[in-house]
């Protein structure tokens, strides 16, 4: 038995019917990393900067590792058709709690269950740098399986829009010419030409301009309308607010809140209100 489970495929639900099949179901998971060269042991909160410095000075390296213990026994279930994002701070757990649904972590303990193989858009996910976007596009989506007959079909509409040809013919430049922004547009253009069971976006749309935000908001709708689970990491309530029927909000690894988006939401913005 494998850490990352596949469960078997769900019908898609008639309105009305019982509640929809589950996508993804994560079960007591704890994910860790595993940091060398790190200084070891505990955390010296202390004396950490002076520890630091001096070390700096006398050119010594930090040895030993350290365990980043990053998700702490979170606990869900996502259904078909559910748009879920996921929130809280900086360092929180959303982008390892992401990679390890996909498959990319292993699990330190606990269980991933999912149906079909899901896919994860981040910003960082890989094309190749040093090749054009429009040949970025027909790799991508051969990477996703689709044959060339309908990579042929999908092509223009990719382009069109990722809108990086609006201000010029950059489709014919490497991507490595891009900006963020105009990268992350492109991968996300590219992912979501297909439908996916379990799409997973990972802050693609805090770097496209508002016009761009908007058409992708609009596409992660009739992806989730297409009967599949949209997970959506983003540190912009209102995309949040736009986009997902379901908040998981995450702090420190712990998942502190699961419910419909205004409930987590507006309890996530108190809690920030009261830190500030
Ligand atoms: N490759 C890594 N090696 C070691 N520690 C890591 C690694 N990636 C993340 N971490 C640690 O795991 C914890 C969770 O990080 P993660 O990136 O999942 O948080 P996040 O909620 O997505 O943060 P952000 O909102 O800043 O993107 C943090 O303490 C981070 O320092």
């Not at 596949?6 to 990393?33: F, K, M, N, R, S």
């Not at 630091?52 to 050119?59: F, H, K, P, V």
């Not at 991508?140 to 809108?163: H, N, W």
């Amino acid at each position: 038995m494998t850490d990352q489970q596949t469960l078997p495929p769900a019908e898609p639900t008639a309105p009305g019917a019982a509640p929809a099949p589950p996508t993804v179901i994560v079960d007591d998971l704890h994910v860790t990393y595993r940091v060398h060269g790190a200084g070891g042991g505990k955390v010296d909160r202390g004396g950490g900067a002076t520890a630091a410095l001096a070390r700096i000075l006398t050119r010594r390296r930090a040895t030993g590792a350290r365990t980043v213990h990053a998700v702490r026994g979170v606990g869900f279930t996502a259904h078909r058709g559910e748009a879920i994002g996921l929130i809280g701070s900086n360092g929180s757990g959303k982008s390892t709690l992401l990679r390890a649904i996909a498959g990319l972590l292993p699990p330190a303990s606990g269980h991933v269950y999912t149906a079909g193989r899901p896919s994860l858009l981040g910003v960082n996910a890989a094309l190749m740098n040093d090749l054009t976007g429009e040949r970025n596009v027909i790799l991508g989506c051969l990477a996703m399986g689709m044959t060339p007959e309908q990579v042929r079909e999908k092509y223009d509409g990719i382009l069109e829009f990722s809108g990086i040809n609006d201000k010029g013919d950059f489709g014919s430049l490497p991507m490595r010419t891009y900006s963020s922004g105009m990268s992350a547009r492109l991968r996300f253009a590219i992912a979501a030409a297909r439908s996916h069971d379990v799409l997973m976006v990972d802050e693609a749309l805090a770097t496209g301009d508002a016009a761009f935000r908007k058409r992708s908001e609009a596409r992660i709708r009739e992806l989730r309308e297409k009967a599949g689970t949209v997970f959506l990491v983003s540190h912009s309530n209102k995309s949040i607010r736009d986009t997902c029927d379901r908040v998981l909000w995450l702090e420190r690894g712990e998942l502190v809140m699961d419910g419909p988006t205004d409930e987590v939401v507006t309890a996530y913005q108190e809690f920030n209100d009261k830190e500030k």
